[in-house]
């Protein structure tokens, strides 16, 4: 394996009595402003499919986001601080005292992270609706509930059913955790922890028909949804040891760093493309250029496109491999593409006697090259009697017959007179 012309793993794999999926995993610095490309190749004997051998991939550079917070948790404010968080997210906390100079200001981060006992302000409310109205993200816990903000949480498409306190030993467990989902996924290895430890001792049921629950309780009550139209993920409990034992287990800085991620509003052009697929890209606001580059990894170019209005339709080229994306004449690298061949053509299957095989070939007997011959005389006189010119000659022929025989008879009448 390769990145950025540097050899990052290379290494003998014995395939004999091994499982059917071999996991390899490397990891080395890079510099996170950059763009990272690299290939992956496979060389063994003996090999059926050698064209599949290589595969491409890139990864954008890691860009800080920003995170305004309007909590009290300590845990919250600690967890974002620039010591454990410096590079990912630089936080700025909002005091209650502020809401009005923040909505004035117009100055939103990527994403908002609001406890709900700040919903009973009316300023609050409005920040919250503006960050959702302009696409960014909101992270909302559910640390209290009054009238007022019951009101505001039906707003937001939940109903509250009341709240769950557990008494002394008798706290919950998580006892589903949605998996598949980009930000519980990394939790499939134990590296980042066990979710399934994770106590909650208060919260609050919500329902709700436009958000997908991602996390349920030991008596199946969902704790954790992700809105279905807006960048709004619910907690039915706040982030402190009232509420939960989460903010002091290890899985707690990267659930808080992939959640504000799927959160933050992204470019949604993708970067892993099949040969000779079409996708728009869109120019970053502020951006305006005259036309799209495309080059191969030589630097050479490969399609001049057109923009209009900001977007850009591009069509991959055919051939995989890494092509990177510039504006006008400018060398700076604004997205790097990989393109690799369906996965699905490496699929290979093989069967000792398949039954395609035993189809395809046709048994031929003794004496059928006669019969061949005869076939063909028959449909050869088949062919024949179906041309219509053919019966018209036929039908001339007797005809003249019939004329013939009329003549003849007309002599022999006049011949026995005589």
Request: charged share 20%; with cysteine.
């Amino acid at each position: 394996m390769r990145a950025n012309e540097q050899v990052i793993l290379n290494r003998a794999v014995e395939l004999e009595r091994q499982p059917e999926t071999i996991m390899l995993q490397a990891q080395w610095e890079a510099d996170p402003g950059a763009w990272l490309r690299g290939e992956a190749v496979v060389d063994g004997t003996p090999d059926a499919l050698a064209a599949d051998n290589r595969v491409f991939f890139s990864l954008g550079p890691v860009i800080e986001g920003k995170v305004a917070l309007l909590a009290q948790s300590s845990y919250l404010r600690l967890a974002l601080s620039p010591e454990v968080m410096r590079g990912q997210w630089a936080m700025r906390a909002i005091e209650p005292a502020s809401l009005t100079a923040e909505l004035a200001q117009s100055q939103d981060a990527d994403v908002l992270c609001i406890e709900s006992n700040y919903l009973q302000s009316g300023e609050a409310r409005k920040l919250l609706w503006r960050y959702l109205t302009n696409g960014r993200g909101v992270i909302l816990l559910v640390n209290r509930m009054t009238p007022g903000i019951a009101g505001f949480l039906r707003e937001l498409g939940f109903e509250s059913e009341g709240e769950v306190q557990s008494g002394q030993g008798g706290s919950e467990k998580f006892q589903y955790v949605f998996l598949n989902h980009p930000i519980f996924h990394p939790f499939l290895s134990p590296d980042f922890g066990n979710l399934l430890d994770i106590r909650i001792s208060k919260y609050f049921r919500l329902k709700t028909s436009q958000a997908l629950p991602l996390i349920f309780s030991e008596k199946g009550a969902p704790l954790f949804f992700q809105a279905a139209k807006q960048k709004l993920f619910v907690l039915a409990f706040g982030l402190d040891r009232e509420h939960t034992s989460w903010p002091v287990h290890q899985t707690f800085i990267p659930f808080l760093d992939l959640c504000l991620q799927t959160a933050r509003a992204e470019d949604p052009t993708p970067i892993n493309f099949e040969p000779g697929e079409v996708t728009q890209a869109q120019m970053p606001g502020g951006v305006s250029a005259q036309e799209v580059v495309l080059r191969d990894a030589n630097g050479g170019v490969v399609a001049r496109l057109a923009t209009e209005q900001g977007k850009t339709q591009i069509r991959v080229p055919a051939r995989p491999g890494l092509y990177s994306m510039t504006y006008d004449d400018s060398s700076h690298v604004e997205k790097l593409f990989s393109v690799n061949p369906p996965p699905k053509e490496s699929e290979l299957d093989y069967v000792e006697s398949p039954d395609t095989l035993r189809l395809w070939q046709v048994e031929r007997p003794i004496g059928a090259e006669k019969s061949r011959v005869l076939t063909r005389a028959q449909g050869s006189r088949t062919g024949i009697l179906q041309q219509r010119l053919w019966w018209w000659m036929l039908v001339g022929g007797l005809a003249v017959l019939m004329l013939e025989m009329a003549v003849v008879a007309a002599g022999r009448r006049s011949y026995l007179r005589a």
